[in-house]
């Protein structure tokens, strides 16, 4: 069940890029995540990317829960 999609900009360190399936691995300083860039930009230079890269970014957040879980009313 969809609950929210949302933009947030937000800072994010690089952590290391699988460019051959669309994958980086980035932390927020809370945890670490795999996303997908869309930057062309960023995706052009992507040898030139280095660990610890700090990123200001536009993120799409969605959150699910199972169609069994129902938030509260």
Same mark, same amino acid.
């Not at 933009?7 to 399936?21: A, T």
């Not at 927020?28 to 995706?43: H, I, S, V």
């Given at each position: @069940? %969809? %609950?929210?999609? *949302? /933009?947030? &900009? /937000?800072? #994010? $360190? #690089? +952590? $290391?890029?699988?460019? $051959?399936?669309?994958?980086? *691995?980035?932390?927020?300083?809370?945890?670490?995540?795999?996303?997908? @860039?869309?930057?062309?930009?960023? #995706?052009?230079?992507?040898?030139?990317? &280095?660990?610890?890269? +700090?990123?200001?970014?536009?993120? $799409? +957040?969605? &959150? *699910? #829960?199972?169609?069994?879980? *129902?938030?509260?009313?």
């Amino acid at each position: @069940m %969809l %609950l929210a999609t *949302r /933009i947030e &900009q /937000i800072y #994010l $360190k #690089l +952590v $290391k890029g699988y460019p $051959k399936n669309g994958k980086w *691995r980035f932390t927020n300083g809370a945890g670490q995540f795999f996303a997908a @860039m869309a930057d062309a930009d960023f #995706l052009h230079d992507f040898d030139k990317r &280095q660990s610890n890269e +700090v990123l200001k970014a536009e993120m $799409k +957040v969605t &959150q *699910r #829960l199972p169609a069994d879980d *129902r938030p509260p009313e």
